[in-house]
C-alpha cells in the first residue's frame, strides 16, 4: 500500500478499488461492521469518501466485497497448503490436508474468519451472493477429495457429498469460532489431530487411528 504514490491511487481505478477493499476488511476485522468507519477507510487508503464511494454504494457492499476478496486469499492459501502434499497423495492424504488448511487458516487470520462466520450467518441481504459465490468454489476443493474417496474406496460409498462437505467445513468453523472470539490461541498442532480423527473415523471406509506418519506428512 506505501509503494503507491497519491497520484496512481487516484489514477488507477482497479488498484485503488483493491487498496479500498483490503483496508476496509483489516478495518471490519478489528473493529467489526457496527464501529467500522468509512472515513477511517478512506483515510487509511488516501482518498475521500466521495471518492470510496464510486467503488461501492454504501458500508454493506463494502463489507461483502472485502470480505469476498479476503476469501479469495484464503481459497488461494488452502490449495497451496493442499497441493503441498503431491500429486501422488490419496485421497485420505488429500482429506488431511484440506481439514489442515481449513485449521491453518484459522490460526493464521482469525479476525477474517471470525468476520465471515458471523456474516456468513445473517439473513440474505442483496451482496449475499458475493459470499455464496466464494463458499462455493471453497465446498467444490473438498466435494472433489469425497467423490474421488468415494470412488477409489478410500472413503464409504454411499457418503452423501453435501452433508458431508457441511459437517466438516461447518464443525471445524463451530469448534474453532469461539476460540477466536475468546481471541485463545488457535495451536494447529494441538487441533487438528483431534478434528482429524473424528472425521477420518466416521469418513474412511475402513476406519482406523490415525498415526504419527498420517499426521506427521500434514505437518510437512
Not at 488516501?46 to 463489507?63: M, P, T
Not at 497451496?80 to 482429506?95: D, N
Not at 470412488?151 to 452433508?163: E, M, N, P, T
Request: charge should be negative; charged fraction near 25%.
Amino acid at each position: 500500500m506505501g509503494d503507491m504514490s497519491g497520484a496512481s491511487i487516484h489514477d488507477d481505478y482497479e488498484a485503488r478499488e483493491i487498496l479500498i477493499f483490503r483496508s476496509a476488511l483489516a478495518e471490519f476485522c478489528s473493529k467489526g461492521y457496527e464501529r467500522a468507519s468509512i472515513s477511517s477507510i478512506a483515510a487509511s487508503v488516501g482518498v475521500s469518501e466521495a471518492l470510496l464511494y464510486k467503488h461501492v454504494k454504501g458500508k454493506q457492499e463494502l463489507l461483502y466485497r472485502s470480505i469476498a476478496l479476503g476469501y479469495e486469499d484464503e481459497l488461494a492459501q488452502a490449495l497451496a497448503e493442499i497441493a503441498s502434499w503431491g500429486e501422488g497423495g490419496s485421497h485420505t492424504r488429500k482429506l488431511l490436508a484440506f481439514i489442515r488448511a481449513h485449521i491453518l487458516g484459522w490460526s493464521r487470520n482469525p479476525g477474517f474468519h471470525l468476520l465471515y462466520f458471523h456474516e456468513s450467518r445473517k439473513p440474505k441481504s442483496e451482496y449475499t451472493h458475493l459470499l455464496s459465490e466464494k463458499s462455493r468454489q471453497y465446498f467444490a476443493v473438498l466435494e472433489t477429495i469425497l467423490q474421488g474417496g468415494a470412488r477409489s474406496g478410500d472413503f464409504v460409498a454411499s457418503l452423501d457429498f453435501h452433508i458431508a462437505c457441511d459437517l466438516i467445513i461447518g464443525g471445524i468453523d463451530q469448534a474453532l469460532w469461539w476460540r477466536a472470539e475468546k481471541k485463545a490461541p488457535i495451536v494447529l498442532d494441538a487441533i487438528f489431530p483431534k478434528i482429524a480423527e473424528v472425521f477420518t473415523r466416521a469418513l474412511l471406509r475402513e476406519p482406523r487411528p490415525l498415526g504419527p506418519d498420517d499426521l506427521g506428512a500434514a505437518g510437512g
